[in-house]
């Protein structure tokens, strides 16, 4: 006779069967079963300060891995706090499975205490999700989730386990594909929709290359910087695409969109032909839709055929795996020659033009010898981290902006921002996931003094298990992005946006026992860095900035992406 | 806006309505009626959703139901590709005399079926097509509807249709 297993050992054997060697989590009445036998598996687990923290950890961790993060909550409120963190990994397709307790079948729809109706509260925000009502069906969940959540455009899935599945037994099946009747992602773009599209690539004189996420997704940066720089074709990147392509590389213009460069957004006003790979056409990158990119044939690689022609009708569709699709592009330049190279001979006066507009306005900020520019903060990490090869988070607003601005990226997987939900909160369990999937690498938070209070209690996290993450705060005493707005759109009426009761983030720091450092002129700025990244352990550096520094550029929400505000 | 027609195969697990409704709420689409029901085989079950918007709606509402992980299969019925039918149950007051012999006249035409004639009310049905429903309404509204329970449409394509 089959070994029977309760519901419990039946997940930790599927965990380990799917290679997860690391979940974050947090016990409670409805999963204490699952966590009696936890210690007997070999995945290790860490305990967070928040469930919200959980699912972000999780999802730091699969942004510089690329493998699943894995997040255990308890019923309830546990579940109801995994919430931003399902929504923020669903917006920005990153693959997670979370499992929430549930109270027991029998009493699912009772008002039972610590109940919550979780399936249905995060439908609209995972990219699936399942009740688990009998343990005879965990397994073959466990694995669907698995493969939904990892395959086609990547998502979060949960899975909602009540205690008496979990408690249940039955015996363990050998491990098996699943087989989803209405779900077959399609990864092999379209071979004539590949020559069409090369064909008015070919002929393109003001070509532009328009990245997103999904190429860092779908590690694909070594073939689109090979394509781009056989066919000498300049690449702007989103937001998400950040360390797609290198931006030490002359034909990088760096991030486009309401805060990219005046390079970028003046390149997609000009071009001719714009082929984006893995880019969704987002508001924020778009601004007035029929002003973004009007003289161009646009060409659209993704995944994901809901987002061709959603909110711009293209041209050239291309649905597909973004690194099989460049693949087929680089085999068409090889196999055409003399077409690549006229093509490439075609581009002079294009390139000549995107190196003008990199001259006319860089990205700058007016440089201060008395007070810390935030700018200057993250150019010196920059500057101080080229040779370390260091994972950068962000918290959501002026600093995330800052960051993507300042810091040159240079490869996937370094970079973990919140893009599409634009979560508060994110970067500091962000970076502890990626602290322990790579611990020997420098891994920085960079914050501002108001979203790094949202999720604060995870430095007992970071201090107890050592994971050694540089929160870098560029503190500016303000909402300073929404004190932004208020300042261009709202006659500086400031409202509620005064952060005047911050606590003392070195004594916050000291009493969780992590480093805490301040520095508050510019010529302190660099040792401060130095000295924080020399630390063993946690640390907290609090860089006391110019209070109303403004990120520049800025299109005004609205206008074309060509009508920036400029420093 | 044209009225636009989805027949959805969706795989008949617990929870399936619920992630279509909330696909159409969620997204700003309209449903203007929605059936549902079981096919031959017990693990599927067949939607018809009439819903109204322009080509590029309608785009996006078939490519995301076909994103949703059980929806099987999603094919847009075209006027001239499907053949929809709807059914109304309507009570009226039974009346009397050449008023009752009047509407039970009018139901002949529509080919509609008397189900039940009592003392205080009749009840009719009648099937067909959307248009036609809405004229037989018209029609018999002067008779004094008491009640009345619409299907929303069910529909197939036609043969040869893709």
């Given at each position: 006779?089959?070994?029977?297993?309760?519901?419990?050992?039946?997940?930790?054997?599927?965990?380990?069967?799917?290679?997860v060697?690391?979940?974050?989590?947090?016990?409670?009445?409805?999963?204490?079963?699952?966590?009696?036998?936890?210690?007997?598996?070999?995945?290790?687990?860490?305990?967070?300060?928040?469930?919200?923290?959980?699912?972000?950890?999780?999802?730091?961790y699969?942004?510089?891995?690329?493998?699943?993060?894995?997040?255990?909550?308890?019923?309830?409120p546990?579940?109801?706090?995994?919430?931003?963190?399902?929504?923020?990994a669903?917006?920005?397709?990153?693959?997670?499975?979370?499992f929430?307790?549930q109270?027991?079948?029998?009493?699912?729809?009772?008002?039972?205490?610590?109940?919550?109706?979780?399936?249905?509260?995060?439908r609209?925000?995972t990219?699936?999700?399942?009740l688990?009502?009998?343990?005879?069906?965990?397994?073959?969940?466990?694995?669907?989730?698995?493969?939904?959540?990892?395959?086609?455009?990547?998502g979060?899935?949960?899975?909602?386990?009540?205690?008496?599945?979990?408690g249940?037994?039955?015996?363990?099946?050998?491990?098996?594909?699943?087989?989803?009747?209405?779900?077959?992602?399609?990864?092999?773009?379209?071979?004539?929709?590949?020559?069409?599209?090369?064909?008015?690539?070919?002929?393109?004189?003001?070509?532009?290359?328009?990245?997103?996420?999904?190429v860092?997704?779908?590690?694909?940066s070594?073939?689109?910087?090979?394509?781009?720089?056989?066919?000498?074709?300049p690449?702007?990147?989103?937001?998400?695409?950040?360390?797609?392509?290198?931006?030490?590389?002359?034909?990088?213009?760096?991030m486009?969109?309401?805060?990219?460069t005046?390079?970028?957004?003046?390149?997609?006003?000009?071009?001719?032909?714009?082929?984006?790979?893995?880019?969704?056409?987002?508001?924020?990158?778009?601004?007035?839709?029929?002003?973004?990119?009007?003289?161009?044939?646009?060409?659209?690689?993704?995944?994901?055929?809901?987002?061709?022609?959603?909110?711009?009708?293209?041209?050239?569709?291309i649905?597909?795996?973004?690194?099989?699709?460049?693949?087929?592009?680089?085999?068409?330049?090889?196999?055409?020659?003399?077409?690549?190279?006229?093509?490439?001979?075609?581009?002079?006066?294009?390139?000549?033009?995107v190196?003008?507009?990199?001259?006319?306005?860089?990205?700058?900020?007016?440089?201060?010898?008395?007070?810390?520019?935030?700018?200057?903060?993250?150019?010196?990490?920059?500057?101080?981290?080229?040779?370390?090869?260091?994972?950068?988070?962000?918290?959501?607003?002026?600093?995330?902006?800052?960051?993507?601005?300042?810091?040159?990226?240079?490869?996937?997987?370094?970079?973990?921002?919140?893009?599409?939900?634009?979560?508060?909160?994110?970067?500091?369990?962000?970076?502890?996931?990626?602290?322990?999937?790579?611990?020997?690498?420098?891994?920085?938070?960079?914050?501002?003094?108001g979203s790094?209070?949202?999720?604060?209690?995870?430095?007992?996290?970071?201090?107890?298990?050592?994971?050694?993450?540089?929160?870098?705060?560029?503190?500016?005493?303000?909402?300073?992005?929404?004190?932004?707005?208020?300042?261009?759109?709202?006659?500086?009426?400031?409202?509620?946006?005064?952060?005047?009761?911050?606590?003392?983030?070195?004594?916050?720091a000291?009493?969780?026992?992590?480093?805490?450092?301040?520095?508050?002129?510019?010529?302190?700025?660099?040792?401060?860095?130095l000295?924080?990244?020399a630390?063993?352990?946690?640390?907290?550096?609090?860089?006391?900035?110019?209070?109303?520094?403004?990120?520049?550029?800025?299109?005004?929400?609205?206008e074309?992406?060509?009508?920036?505000?400029?420093? | 806006?044209?009225?636009?027609?989805?027949?959805?195969?969706?795989?008949n697990?617990?929870?399936?309505?619920?992630?279509?409704?909330?696909?159409?709420?969620?997204?700003?689409?309209?449903?203007?009626?929605?059936?549902?029901?079981?096919?031959?085989?017990?693990?599927v079950?067949?939607?018809?959703?009439?819903?109204?918007?322009?080509?590029?709606?309608?785009?996006?509402?078939?490519?995301?139901?076909?994103?949703?992980?059980?929806?099987?299969?999603?094919?847009?019925?075209?006027?001239?590709?499907?053949?929809?039918?709807?059914?109304?149950l309507?009570?009226?007051?039974?009346?009397?005399?050449?008023?009752?012999?009047?509407?039970?006249?009018?139901?002949?035409?529509?080919?509609?079926?008397?189900?039940?004639?009592?003392?205080?009310?009749?009840?009719?049905e009648?099937t067909?097509?959307?248009?036609?429903?809405?004229?037989?309404?018209?029609?018999?509204?002067?008779?004094?509807?008491?009640?009345m329970?619409?299907?929303?449409l069910?529909?197939?394509g036609?043969?040869?249709?893709?």
């Amino acid at each position: 006779m089959k070994k029977m297993l309760s519901g419990a050992q039946i997940l930790l054997e599927v965990l380990e069967e799917q290679g997860v060697d690391v979940v974050f989590g947090y016990p409670g009445g409805a999963v204490i079963n699952l966590y009696d036998c936890l210690p007997e598996y070999s995945c290790r687990h860490f305990l967070v300060r928040h469930e919200q923290a959980a699912v972000h950890a999780a999802d730091g961790y699969a942004r510089a891995t690329g493998k699943t993060g894995v997040a255990i909550v308890t019923s309830g409120p546990g579940a109801t706090n995994t919430v931003t963190g399902l929504a923020t990994a669903y917006m920005d397709s990153i693959p997670l499975v979370v499992f929430s307790g549930q109270v027991p079948t029998p009493l699912i729809g009772n008002d039972a205490f610590q109940e919550a109706d979780i399936v249905g509260i995060t439908r609209p925000c995972t990219k699936h999700n399942y009740l688990v009502k009998k343990v005879e069906d965990l397994e073959r969940i466990i694995n669907e989730a698995f493969h939904i959540a990892n395959s086609g455009r990547p998502g979060p899935v949960l899975i909602d386990l009540p205690k008496d599945v979990i408690g249940g037994k039955c015996a363990k099946k050998k491990p098996e594909k699943p087989v989803l009747k209405g779900y077959n992602p399609n990864y092999a773009g379209h071979p004539g929709q590949v020559q069409r599209a090369m064909q008015q690539l070919f002929k393109a004189k003001r070509p532009l290359f328009y990245v997103g996420g999904g190429v860092v997704l779908g590690d694909a940066s070594a073939e689109l910087t090979e394509l781009a720089r056989r066919l000498k074709i300049p690449v702007t990147t989103t937001l998400m695409g950040l360390g797609a392509f290198p931006e030490d590389d002359p034909l990088s213009l760096g991030m486009l969109g309401m805060h990219g460069t005046y390079r970028a957004n003046m390149a997609v006003t000009k071009s001719d032909v714009m082929v984006a790979f893995g880019a969704r056409f987002d508001d924020r990158v778009t601004g007035r839709i029929d002003q973004f990119a009007p003289g161009a044939k646009i060409i659209h690689v993704d995944i994901d055929p809901t987002s061709i022609s959603k909110n711009v009708v293209v041209d050239i569709p291309i649905v597909g795996d973004v690194g099989d699709v460049l693949q087929k592009m680089l085999e068409v330049v090889r196999s055409s020659d003399q077409a690549a190279a006229e093509c490439v001979a075609g581009h002079d006066e294009w390139l000549e033009k995107v190196a003008y507009w990199r001259e006319l306005h860089k990205l700058e900020y007016v440089r201060d010898e008395e007070i810390i520019k935030p700018q200057f903060v993250v150019e010196k990490i920059s500057q101080l981290t080229r040779d370390r090869n260091p994972i950068v988070s962000t918290e959501v607003g002026q600093n995330q902006m800052w960051a993507a601005q300042f810091f040159t990226f240079t490869k996937p997987r370094t970079w973990l921002t919140s893009g599409g939900l634009g979560t508060m909160g994110y970067g500091l369990p962000a970076a502890m996931g990626a602290q322990v999937a790579f611990p020997d690498r420098l891994v920085l938070d960079i914050a501002g003094d108001g979203s790094i209070q949202m999720n604060i209690q995870e430095l007992a996290t970071v201090v107890q298990y050592q994971l050694p993450v540089k929160v870098i705060i560029l503190n500016n005493g303000y909402l300073g992005m929404v004190r932004q707005w208020q300042e261009l759109f709202f006659d500086r009426h400031y409202s509620a946006t005064t952060m005047d009761h911050a606590p003392d983030f070195v004594k916050l720091a000291e009493a969780y026992g992590a480093l805490g450092l301040r520095a508050e002129k510019p010529a302190e700025v660099e040792e401060t860095l130095l000295r924080a990244f020399a630390h063993p352990g946690p640390v907290i550096v609090d860089f006391k900035v110019a209070p109303e520094e403004n990120v520049y550029p800025m299109v005004p929400a609205g206008e074309a992406i060509s009508n920036m505000l400029l420093v | 806006m044209r009225k636009h027609i989805i027949s959805v195969l969706v795989e008949n697990e617990f929870g399936v309505l619920s992630r279509i409704a909330s696909l159409f709420s969620g997204r700003g689409f309209n449903i203007e009626s929605l059936t549902v029901a079981e096919t031959d085989d017990p693990t599927v079950s067949s939607m018809t959703i009439v819903t109204t918007g322009d080509d590029h709606i309608i785009e996006q509402i078939t490519k995301q139901l076909n994103k949703l992980i059980n929806v099987i299969k999603v094919v847009e019925l075209t006027e001239s590709t499907q053949m929809a039918r709807e059914m109304v149950l309507i009570k009226f007051a039974s009346g009397s005399g050449a008023k009752r012999l009047e509407l039970l006249r009018l139901v002949e035409v529509y080919q509609g079926r008397v189900l039940e004639l009592g003392p205080r009310s009749l009840v009719v049905e009648l099937t067909g097509a959307r248009e036609k429903i809405g004229t037989a309404l018209k029609v018999l509204a002067p008779f004094g509807i008491r009640e009345m329970a619409r299907t929303g449409l069910v529909a197939l394509g036609r043969d040869g249709a893709r």
